[in-house]
């Protein structure tokens, strides 16, 4: 077996992975949200616990303090998410509502000063979609936060995968040719 044969292989093999992942997320939202959750407290400590031996490393009183005091902010912050993973999701959802309403009013925005630039309509379009994303987790929130993190992940995750399918299927008769 070729390893350009071998790697389409395990192309299809990931994009497949990422469509059932990715499916299994929109059916089960809440678990994929807390899955999302626990994710990024387990980041935060192991980024706390790496800039915690950082600081040791560090010259100086004051950057050794402050590298520090985030390290420490950093752990407490993924202990915290670990041990409550439910108020961290519901603090997650909030910051991604948030986010979602600011980007699509500054796509609006910069819409309005670039719309007679050609295909500045896809701007527009993504502008309010993003918007009316971050109104509809606002408004639903705190309920929003069991199933906001895993739809977007999980819808994330499909379109990844079909994308990452139909590429590997579409290079595989070249790989099979050469």
Do not use: C, N
Not at 42 to 55: E, M, N, P, R, T
Not at 118 to 133: A, K, N
């Amino acid at each position: 077996m070729s390893a350009s044969s071998r790697s389409s292989k395990s192309s299809i093999i990931l994009a497949i992975l990422l469509i059932v992942l990715g499916l299994v997320a929109v059916i089960l939202p809440t678990l994929a949200s807390i899955g999302v959750a626990r994710v990024i407290s387990w980041l935060l400590l192991f980024d706390g616990i790496f800039q915690l031996v950082h600081a040791f490393r560090s010259k100086g009183v004051g950057r050794t303090i402050w590298k520090l005091l985030v390290a420490i902010l950093y752990i407490g912050a993924g202990l915290y998410l670990l041990a409550q993973p439910l108020l961290g999701l519901v603090g997650l959802t909030l910051i991604l509502g948030v986010f979602f309403f600011v980007e699509g009013a500054m796509d609006i925005i910069t819409y309005v000063w670039t719309h007679k630039d050609p295909g500045s309509e896809w701007l527009l379009l993504h502008g309010v979609v993003t918007l009316l994303l971050g109104l509809m987790i606002w408004r639903r929130w705190p309920v929003s936060s069991f199933w906001a993190l895993g739809i977007i992940v999980g819808i994330s995750m499909l379109v990844s995968g079909t994308t990452r399918l139909l590429m590997a299927l579409k290079g595989r008769p070249l790989a099979t040719a050469a």
